[in-house]
């Protein structure tokens, strides 16, 4: 298989094609997500509270981001590793955000880098980090290391003020110089008009299906939180473990184990 880069993304735009995304945070997981043919391994902030028990994404560190993304970088060989930019690793000034990029790039083995929020607040930083040579993913719409300014998670888009502020931030990002643009808890409707108005890629989460593709959180998808109404357990990998754990624990009490099978010869 082919590696793919941020101009594959923008080809499979063009041809009308599905970008297909979804977090790992460690390597036997992204060696999985990498065979089975994944576009982008994205290694989200949500490691926070998905991997490291955190409430939310707020609390975790570069140094904790970057020893995530070694791990998947490890594994994966076809897809495109993205990097989420941490909380205040990118807020205070461009010159930290640049180091704390190129860190992801050359410590951790990241083909490109994430970071929340429209370029009227970030976009010396975007273009700070595209002058170092780092390819810079946007994200708008609902965004997780603002949710105490948003007052929660919240759908965004809705009435015609907000609406066109998602257009005019979607396009500023463009601008920018964002290769592709996540969109998050985007109404539909405004997500499926964002998509055609750029030339650039709209990766959708809980924003409906007129995105040019989708990410979801692979711990959301193997049943480890209840479902919502943005994604659906595909496999409950969660219960899974559960049973297996539960067989081990009785075969051990009641003395089944070690079975004939488990014992060396
Ligand atoms: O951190 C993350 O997993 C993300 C996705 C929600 C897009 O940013």
Same mark, same amino acid.
């Given at each position: *298989?082919?590696? $793919? ?15 297909? &995304? ?10 999985? @997500?990498?065979?089975? %043919? ?13 991997? *490291?028990? @955190?409430?939310?994404?707020?609390? $975790? ?17 076809h897809a ?10 990118? +807020? ?22 994430? @970071? ?11 273009? %700070? $980090?595209?002058?170092? /040579?780092?390819?810079? *993913? ?6 997780? +290391? ?5 007052? /929660? ?22 601008? &920018? %110089?964002?290769?592709? @643009? ?30 040019d593709g ?23 990998? &969660?219960e899974g ?25």
């Amino acid at each position: *298989m082919v590696r $793919i880069r941020t101009t594959t993304l923008q080809e499979r735009k063009r041809a009308g094609e599905k970008i297909t &995304a979804l977090t790992a945070y460690d390597y036997p997981t992204a060696k999985i @997500l990498d065979e089975c %043919g994944i576009d982008i391994v994205l290694v989200g902030d949500s490691c926070a509270n998905n991997v *490291m028990g @955190l409430p939310d994404t707020l609390g $975790i560190t570069m140094d904790d981001m970057v020893r995530h993304v070694k791990m998947v970088s490890r594994a994966v060989e076809h897809a495109l590793i993205v990097a989420d930019m941490p909380f205040l690793s990118y +807020q205070v000034s461009t010159e930290e955000a640049v180091r704390n990029a190129g860190r992801f790039v050359a410590e951790a083995g990241a083909h490109a880098i994430k @970071l929340e929020g429209p370029a009227d607040k970030f976009g010396d930083v975007i273009r %700070g $980090i595209l002058r170092a /040579g780092i390819p810079v *993913m946007g994200h708008i719409g609902f965004t997780p +290391q603002s949710v105490h300014q948003i007052g /929660g998670y919240k759908v965004q888009g809705r009435g015609e003020e907000a609406r066109a502020r998602l257009r005019e931030e979607a396009l500023s990002l463009q601008e &920018a %110089g964002c290769f592709a @643009l996540v969109l998050e808890l985007v109404q539909a409707d405004v997500a499926a008009e964002i998509t055609t108005s750029l030339d650039i890629p709209t990766i959708g989460i809980g924003s409906g299906a007129g995105c040019d593709g989708q990410v979801l959180i692979l711990h959301d998808i193997l049943g480890f939180h209840p479902p919502r109404s943005y994604f659906k357990v595909y496999e409950n990998v &969660a219960e899974g473990i559960r049973r297996a754990v539960n067989t081990y624990i009785q075969e051990v009490k009641d003395g089944s184990f070690p079975s004939e099978e488990h014992e060396h010869r």
